[in-house]
Structures are given as C-alpha cells and as structure tokens.
C-alpha cells in the first residue's frame, strides 16, 4: 500500500495511482477495484478510467455522501481486501498480415535492432499480451507483455493517416488502430478483424484485463477474412 497514493483532481474526480507504470500485478488490482465500483457503485458514482498504472473516479459531488477524505478512506480500505483477479476476462487469437504492404516500417524496425523481418515477427508473435486499457481512440488496446528486443521509437513525425487494423509499437507498446486515424506509431501489420462494431451492446471486442496472442497471416489469408470466406468469431 506504500506505493499506492491518492489524489482529488476536482469536486468530482480521485485518482488513484498504483505505482509502476508497466507492471502488470498492478493493473490487475487497479482492475479489480474498477470493477468492484462499477457492479456495487457508491452514491454518485459516475464512472471508472483505468490506464496502465492510474485510475481515476468519476462522481457527481451533489449527491455523494462522504466527502474526499472519507472516500479515500473507503478506497484505500477496498484495495486492501480486494483480490487482484475479480474481474472475468477473455483470450483472443487477432490474425495479423505481416507482409510489406500492411508492415509499412517493419523493415525499419528490423534495421534498428540488426534483426531480419522474419525475426521480428517471431518475437512479435510469440507472447500472450495483456490489455491495460482502452484509450488514444475508442477501441484502442495498449498491451503489454511485448519482447523488448523489439522496442522500438515512435516515428518522429506522425503520419496523417494510419489505416484502421494496422498494428504498431511505440516504445515499449504494442497496439492496434480500430479506425483510420493519425498515428506515429511504428507500423509492422494489419488484422483484417474490425475492432469495433457499433451494433453491438458492447461496441469494443477487447477490454482491460483480456488477454490476446498475434498469429501471422499471409495476404492471401488476410483477403478471405476481409471477404467473409475466413469467419473470426467474437
């Protein structure tokens, strides 16, 4: 509990820092406790945001019943009896098409580690990521878990476009791009699974918590996905 330190950022928000930004022991807490406050929400809850080492509280300070200090009060006490694994996740498989037309910097990448491209897709591929949060634009997945022998800068000047699936690494980071937006990050493929479908209740496939596995495509294969003769199932 040491590291763990709590802020009022306004009448109506807390932020809870947990410490370490890419620990993923921590996030799983942090999770927790989001979780926690959405099924069973104190009076003028409004929402949860997590991110990889934060949360932040949203409520309406006209109807809570305690003020900061009691709150951060209940807070602290609910990390302490909360178990760090109380929250349901899923697993996923997201095919990836890592040839040069979707992988438009990862010749670049492999270059700046004096690797091949071949070996940076096995070392892109190989781990089981974690989803710390969603954020950047709906749907985005920040995942951690990846092989640092890959950790590459961001571009310096982002691009104007980057197409929705596309598949990047900044730094540490790996990500995906849910819809066409700008980006620096360092493109090295693209899924042809949408991230995101607005007609369903819950809009975004991936959520914090959930776990997910890269698997290489040819462009062939990433073809019959677009065109519906490949299924990928939520």
Not at 42 to 52: I, N, Q, S
Not at 111 to 116: F, G, K, S, V
Not at 184 to 189: D, M, V
Not at 194 to 199: G, T
């Amino acid at each position: 509990m040491e590291s763990i330190r709590f802020f009022s950022l306004s009448e109506s928000a807390i932020m809870i820092d947990f410490g370490q930004s890419f620990d993923i022991d921590q996030n799983k807490r942090l999770l927790s406790l989001t979780n926690q406050l959405t099924s069973n929400p104190f009076p003028g809850f409004v929402e949860c945001v997590p991110a990889y080492s934060t949360l932040t509280i949203y409520f309406d300070p006209t109807s809570i019943e305690l003020d900061h200090t009691k709150l951060i009060d209940e807070l602290r006490y609910a990390i302490t009896v909360e178990s760090e694994t109380n929250y349901s996740t899923k697993s996923f498989t997201i095919p990836v098409c890592y040839e040069p037309e979707f992988g438009i910097d990862l010749q670049e990448v492999a270059d700046y580690h004096q690797l091949t491209s071949k070996q940076v897709v096995e070392l892109h591929t190989k781990p089981t990521y974690h989803v710390y949060f969603l954020g950047f634009s709906p749907g985005f997945p920040f995942l951690g878990g990846m092989d640092q022998r890959i950790a590459t800068p961001r571009k310096k000047s982002p691009r104007i476009r980057i197409e929705a699936g596309s598949v990047g690494i900044a730094g540490r980071q790996t990500g995906i791009y849910p819809s066409p937006t700008p980006g620096g990050w360092k493109i090295i493929g693209r899924t042809p699974i949408p991230l995101v479908d607005l007609s369903k209740s819950s809009p975004t496939i991936l959520h914090p918590g959930d776990k997910l596995n890269f698997q290489a495509i040819s462009k062939d294969e990433f073809m019959l996905y677009q065109q519906g003769e490949l299924l990928w199932e939520w």
